[in-house]
């Protein structure tokens, strides 16, 4: 299971940037999960809290924002969503000439956090 690896991965950032801003608790980590990136989002929300353990992240929410794949044909510059298993063959033209444009992201995109520190707060209110 390779989400543990992915949720591990996650913590290890996000503990990174927080801790030294001065968070005393993460409230949530959102994050864009390509269709195509391999994951299970049920394994890795469960695999978050795990991972979460003792650290300041320890209880925060992980949001999971889906992104669908999308292609682009180079031949008839068509784009449509290639589904799961992906179908990279264009619909239009048949052309194999074909650009993934979305669908493998994995990446955090946001992170909720209290902090001690003075006014301004160094953490975005959520």
């Given at each position: 299971?390779?989400?543990?690896?992915?949720?591990?991965?996650?913590?290890?950032?996000?503990?990174?940037?927080?801790?030294?801003?001065?968070?005393t608790a993460v409230r949530s980590v959102r994050l864009q999960v390509g269709e195509l990136a391999g994951v299970?989002?049920?394994?890795?929300?469960?695999?978050?809290?795990?991972?979460?353990?003792?650290?300041?992240?320890?209880?925060?929410?992980?949001?999971?924002?889906?992104?669908?794949?999308?292609?682009?044909?180079?031949?008839?510059?068509?784009?449509?969503?290639?589904?799961?298993?992906?179908?990279?063959?264009?619909?239009?033209?048949?052309?194999?000439?074909?650009?993934?444009?979305?669908?493998?992201?994995?990446?955090?995109?946001?992170v909720c956090w209290h902090d001690t520190a003075p006014h301004p707060p160094i953490s975005q209110e959520c």
């Amino acid at each position: 299971m390779h989400e543990m690896s992915i949720a591990l991965a996650v913590v290890d950032q996000v503990d990174g940037a927080a801790r030294p801003a001065g968070a005393t608790a993460v409230r949530s980590v959102r994050l864009q999960v390509g269709e195509l990136a391999g994951v299970v989002p049920d394994a890795l929300t469960f695999s978050f809290q795990l991972a979460c353990a003792g650290t300041v992240l320890e209880g925060a929410e992980l949001d999971i924002e889906p992104v669908p794949a999308r292609a682009r044909c180079g031949a008839c510059a068509r784009t449509w969503l290639p589904g799961m298993p992906p179908r990279l063959t264009c619909p239009g033209c048949g052309g194999t000439d074909t650009e993934l444009l979305s669908g493998r992201e994995l990446q955090i995109v946001r992170v909720c956090w209290h902090d001690t520190a003075p006014h301004p707060p160094i953490s975005q209110e959520c």
